[in-house]
């Protein structure tokens, strides 16, 4: 299996299998956002999807007179003929949590919900949002329209973090979680974190998944709540996605070092080797993440969200145009991976 994610084109190799898929992907913001319109402009361009933008063609024509809109589908969800079964679709997901067929008749109108029923209802294959939406927003209308995928409860968010030329000698790429949805995960949570990363990794880099769980304890060197958690989370990944290499519980060094790894008695494929890795909190994972950005002069790739029946990302509110496109390439990409 080529070892994709620890090419130096990584953005160049997850926009190339995307251009291969010609996929559906919504972007619900485009008209408030001259960021997204320029990226839908460039996607469209070079075919990387086929990009659905929600608003007033109109004006989406006199606000942005620049940007050619051929090749682009414009849906208004205040007057769209599909608002009709959109709504009821999402009466008929949310009904049980007291929502009225009144309520859903108004709250299709809004964007993000209309997107999200685009994707559920098989329309479009994907949805990108967050450039001015809150994460909350964009998660919350994800779980509760697309729920989450079979057999997993937990939604969560990986980064990718690749080194540059300014980054310290041997360091290599590695897949962070959960670093923005679950703050204190239960055992079954982290579990499904470290599965769903694991596929994430399958997904968009074609490599194989090296998958660690983190802690202050390397194989029982520790003691404390904390370790148990852990430790159970391990036993019920491997129990339930045998087909993947997990271990732990390791501290950061002895994941990514061999000589350490050895140094400390862990052994196995995944100590000192892996490329996927699971933090106990979102605490430490958002930490740890900001860490290898900042003074490991890493770049990060995400936040891609993990867990859905079908894929939405969500964008940095201070997201650039190159990320668009990007997260839009790897949404494509999570789009053809049947679930199950």
């Keep these: ?34 960021r997204v319109m320029l990226a839908a402009n460039i996607i469209t361009q070079k075919k990387i999807a086929k990009i659905v933008i929600l608003g007033n063609k109109e004006e989406i024509a006199l606000k942005y007179p620049k940007i050619d809109l051929t090749g682009m589908d414009i849906f208004d969800p205040k007057s ?6 959109l709504a009821q679709l999402l009466f008929t997901l949310r009904k049980h949590k007291g929502m009225t067929e009144e309520q859903s008749a108004e709250l299709v109108s809004e964007p993000l919900v209309f997107g999200a029923l685009m994707v559920k209802s ?37 980064m990718i973090m ?14 962070l979680a959960d670093i923005s949805t679950v703050i204190t995960p239960t055992a079954q949570q ?39 958690i852990v430790k159970e989370a391990l036993k019920l990944a491997k129990e339930k996605a045998p087909q993947y290499k997990i ?34 909190d979102l605490q430490s994972g958002n930490i740890g993440c900001k860490i290898l950005q900042h003074s490991g002069n890493m770049h990060a ?25 990007t997260s839009v390439a790897i949404t494509a990409i999570q789009a053809e991976i049947k679930l199950n």
């Excluded at 769209?80 to 079964?85: D, L, N």
């Excluded at 995400?302 to 969500?314: H, R, S």
Aim: glycine residues 8%; charged residues 20%; aromatic residues 4%.
């Design 1 to 34: 299996m080529s070892n994709i994610l620890f090419k130096k084109n990584f953005e160049k190799s997850i926009i190339k299998q995307a251009c291969k898929l010609s996929k559906r992907i919504v972007l619900p913001e485009a008209t408030n956002d001259e």
């Design 80 to 85: 769209s003929e599909m608002k009709i079964g």
């Design 122 to 158: 098989g329309y479009a294959d994907g949805m990108v949002a967050g450039a001015t939406s809150k994460s909350a927003d964009v998660i919350r209308t994800a779980i509760q329209i697309i729920k989450t995928a079979p057999d997993i409860k937990t939604v969560s968010g990986a």
């Design 162 to 175: 690749l080194p540059t030329n300014k980054s310290p000698k041997g360091v290599m790429p590695l897949l």
């Design 190 to 228: 982290l579990a499904d974190i470290a599965i769903t990363s694991a596929k994430t990794l399958s997904q968009i880099s074609q490599s194989e998944p090296l998958v660690a769980f983190l802690s202050y304890s390397t194989v029982g060197s520790g003691a404390g709540e904390p370790i148990n």
């Design 247 to 280: 271990d732990g519980e390791f501290q950061f060094d002895t994941a990514i070092s061999p000589r350490v790894a050895n140094l400390k008695g862990a052994t196995g494929e995944v100590a000192g080797n892996s490329n996927v890795l699971i933090f106990p």
């Design 301 to 325: 790739i995400g936040p891609i969200l993990q867990g859905l029946a079908k894929p939405v990302n969500d964008l940095s509110r201070g997201c650039t145009t190159k990320e668009i496109i």
